[in-house]
């Protein structure tokens, strides 16, 4: 195996291309590096070792190059490490202007993964609206919850009915 990263990013995307219907920028289990608009090298996949939200993005067609990403100062509980360092991570996803901005763990990759997923699921609830994975979750808690509540009530209703007679 070459051990030139261009030789070894062009055999990527020589497998990348071969794989019909897949998008090549989030080609799973595979390594590939581009540059930033900025000139630095950029990893782009697999999505941080995360299958699910690789598949998610797939099923959305989204591209990691639609991304914007950027390591900004966080702030808050940590002290001098999260003052200091860029760990927090702003996402923005170029064509829709959807932006996060992730501070909950201490380490960068951390706190890159959850931005992704985050933001995708911002993506998937404004493109599938009702049919997203997070709002069929909430539907079916709401209906556990009014299931729960009928069944309360009408046992209420007859414990009253039988302290009358």
Known sequence: MDKNPQNKAREIDAHAA??????????????????????RKMETGPIFGDLKLAQ???RLELHLVDFEE??????????QKINKSSNAVWLRHKPTGLDVKV?????????????????????EDLRLGKDSSKNKELAKIRK????????????????T?????
């Open 18 to 39: 071969s794989l019909e219907g897949t998008n090549p920028s989030i080609v799973i289990g595979q390594q590939k590096e581009i540059l930033a608009e900025n000139g």
């Open 56 to 58: 998610k993005m797939q």
């Open 144 to 159: 556990q919850k009014n299931r729960r509540k009928r069944k309360t009530k009408s046992k209420l209703e007859l414990e």
């Open 103 to 123: 501070q909950k763990f201490r380490e960068l990759w951390g706190n890159r993964l959850s931005a992704y997923r985050l933001l995708v699921d911002k993506i």
């Open 70 to 79: 950027q390591f900004v100062r966080g702030g808050g509980k940590g002290g």
């Open 161 to 165: 009915m039988t302290k009358q007679f």
